[in-house]
Nanobody, 124 residues
Framework: QVQLVESGGGLVQAGDALRLSCAASGLTFSSYTMGWFRQAPGKEREFVAAIRGSGTITTYADSVKGRFTISRDNAKNTAYLQMNSLKPEDTAVFYC?????????????????WGQGTQVTVSS
């Protein structure tokens, strides 16, 4: 049974940093592209970042480029999202997701497995 468990969310002030983690089990982790998505109240789920199984290729949404960094540790079956210079508009539930293969999908429908989400709240 595949499980993705996010952690690291919380309440921070604008300009602060947070690191989210996504611990995966029940799958061959290095075979999966890992993605981070977020959903703010009243809005659709949106793509944030993705990283190929090897960890060598990444892609980001324009809104987070230069502030967020996605990474992974295949030995620990864990993906990370380092978020710096947080803004109030980053407030959302953040989800990690896994997609079998090499493609860096930005479409949430193309991901096979999802975590339960972790809340990130940025106050002004």
């Amino acid at each position: 049974q595949v499980q993705l468990v996010e952690s690291g969310g919380g309440l921070v002030q604008a300009g602060d940093a947070l690191r989210l983690s996504c611990a995966a089990s029940g799958l061959t982790f290095s075979s999966y592209t890992m993605g981070w998505f977020r959903q703010a109240p009243g809005k659709e789920r949106e793509f944030v970042a993705a990283i190929r199984g090897s960890g060598t290729i990444t892609t980001y949404a324009d809104s987070v480029k230069g502030r967020f960094t996605i990474s992974r540790d295949n030995a620990k079956n864990t993906a990370y999202l380092q978020m710096n210079s947080l803004k109030p508009e980053d407030t959302a539930v953040f989800y990690c997701a896994a997609s079998l293969g090499r493609a860096l999908f930005t479409n949430a429908r193309l991901y096979d497995y999802w975590g339960q989400g972790t809340q990130v709240t940025v106050s002004s």
